[in-house]
């Protein structure tokens, strides 16, 4: 990234939310909700700041021109709080939700984020992260955007959070999803028109898949799924852990120590020990705390493969019957074998080597040799994109499209 134009698009970001109206109004909500609990104005995006941002933006991000055609409002943007359940236990979580200031029947854009450790970077919290500003003003083109926190942030955040766990993952964005059905039926001027749009990143690609795959065995769900965009996810956890083990060198070795804590805490027996090394196994079960950033999680590992893992793990992990506990729980929360139905579109960078091409290219193949028809799903590589390179252009790839597809059926 050309170094003095982000710093002119982040400045211009910086002003324009000065420049927002921010509140702290709590809105009465109907008691006789079965999601939502609570919703707190945040603040509000006038139309024209929007139209100033994203004109910056478009200096680094060109494609993002084409979204100014469709801007037509401001947002406001709330945190809401709703009941979901973990382990068959209420719990209380949290999101964000933006939508338009002008009157209308609107459909929802529910974008899964990716992969975070700390409690001050989740979208309810963080008003200073640049992709969740840009989500937060989609809005503006005629979208209700839905942004949870995930189990583990935001009004959850006294819990650990379940990692790349399917069931409470699912449960999370789809109650999240019926508390925003609750929060705009007490909406004057605002309606929802039930269709449902999915998109996320990284672990949140990883998420819309298994929110999308749930929403298509379920012909009772309240929405009307149109499309989903899944970008650089983790989708079969196996082939993610065979991908590492290949390696001499892995960039993260937090996402793989994240993983294994977070099924420990689901349940998992396998002793640490026997998959991770000294000293590095002694750490994992505290290093999560919600305070400590992938990076300084990292520092605290190490990249070399053959020193993160035991040698009888990177020996036997496919074959050890001590490691089948470890497989089984990968095979269990990767995405399920299905037929989308709906125009699926898997976006991923080439260059990527924290989520390889291969799990992208690997379900897309499933899909098509499943059945799925190559007009409703495809892939959309972006060429020489890292997986930090594709957040932004993924995300709006992924508007564009839904806003043909919406405009389309109008």
């Given at each position: 990234m050309n170094k003095k134009l982000f710093l002119l698009?982040?400045?211009?970001?910086?002003?324009?939310?000065?420049?927002?109206?921010?509140?702290?109004?709590?809105?009465?909500?109907t008691p006789a909700?079965?999601?939502?609990?609570?919703?707190?104005?945040?603040?509000?995006?006038?139309?024209?700041?929007?139209?100033?941002?994203?004109a910056a933006a478009s200096a680094q991000y060109p494609e993002l021109s084409a979204v100014s055609d469709h801007i037509y409002s401001g947002v406001d943007v709330y945190k809401i709080t709703y009941k979901t359940t973990f382990n068959d236990n209420p719990v209380l979580a949290s999101g964000v939700v933006a939508i338009p200031d002008v009157d209308g029947d609107y459909p929802v854009l529910s974008y899964q984020n990716g992969t975070n450790t700390e409690h001050s970077k989740t979208p309810s919290v963080d008003s200073e992260n640049q992709l969740f500003k840009m989500l937060k003003m989609m809005g503006s083109t005629g979208f209700i955007i839905s942004l949870p926190d995930y189990l583990g942030f935001g009004e959850s955040d006294d819990m650990f959070h379940p990692y790349l766990h399917q069931e409470s993952t699912v449960q999370t964005v789809t109650d999240m999803l019926e508390a925003v059905?609750?929060?705009?039926?007490?909406?004057?001027?605002?309606?929802?028109?039930?269709?449902?749009?999915?998109a996320g990143y990284s672990q949140g690609g990883w998420a819309t898949m298994q929110v999308q795959q749930a929403i298509e065995a379920d012909a009772?769900?309240?929405?009307?799924?149109?499309?989903?965009?899944?970008?650089?996810?983790?989708?079969?956890?196996?082939?993610?852990?065979?991908?590492?083990?290949?390696?001499?060198?892995?960039?993260?070795?937090?996402?793989?120590?994240?993983?294994?804590?977070?099924?420990?805490?689901?349940?998992?027996?396998?002793?640490?020990?026997?998959?991770?090394?000294?000293?590095?196994?002694?750490?994992?079960?505290?290093?999560?705390?919600?305070?400590?950033?992938?990076?300084?999680?990292?520092?605290?590992?190490?990249?070399?493969?053959?020193?993160?893992?035991?040698s009888e793990y990177l020996a036997g992990w496919d074959s050890d019957a001590n490691y089948a506990p470890v497989i089984d729980m990968l095979h269990a929360n990767s995405v399920p074998a299905f037929v989308p139905t709906v125009p699926t579109t898997l976006f991923y960078?080439?260059?990527?080597?924290?989520?390889?091409?291969?799990?992208?290219?690997?379900?897309?193949?499933?899909?098509?040799?499943?059945?799925?028809?190559?007009?409703?799903?495809?892939?959309?590589h972006l060429d020489g994109l890292d997986h930090q390179g594709g957040v932004l252009p993924s995300g709006v790839a992924s508007i564009l499209w839904f806003l043909e597809l919406k405009n389309a059926a109008m």
């Open positions: 698009y982040f400045s211009l970001i910086v002003v324009a939310f000065i420049s927002c109206d921010h509140m702290d109004d709590v809105e009465p909500v909700n079965d999601y939502l609990v609570d919703a707190e104005l945040q603040f509000r995006i006038s139309k024209t700041v929007i139209d100033l941002t994203i059905r609750e929060f705009i039926d007490d909406k004057d001027g605002i309606s929802l028109n039930d269709d449902l749009y999915l009772g769900f309240t929405y009307n799924l149109k499309a989903s965009a899944c970008s650089a996810g983790p989708y079969n956890l196996v082939t993610l852990n065979e991908y590492v083990v290949g390696l001499e060198d892995y960039p993260q070795p937090y996402f793989l120590a994240y993983i294994f804590n977070s099924y420990l805490k689901l349940g998992l027996e396998t002793p640490v020990n026997t998959v991770f090394q000294a000293p590095y196994a002694d750490k994992i079960e505290t290093m999560f705390d919600g305070q400590t950033s992938g990076a300084d999680l990292n520092a605290e590992l190490t990249t070399t493969v053959s020193d993160l893992f035991t960078g080439t260059a990527d080597t924290y989520v390889p091409p291969i799990v992208s290219e690997e379900k897309y193949e499933e899909f098509i040799e499943a059945g799925a028809s190559t007009n409703l799903v495809q892939k959309i």
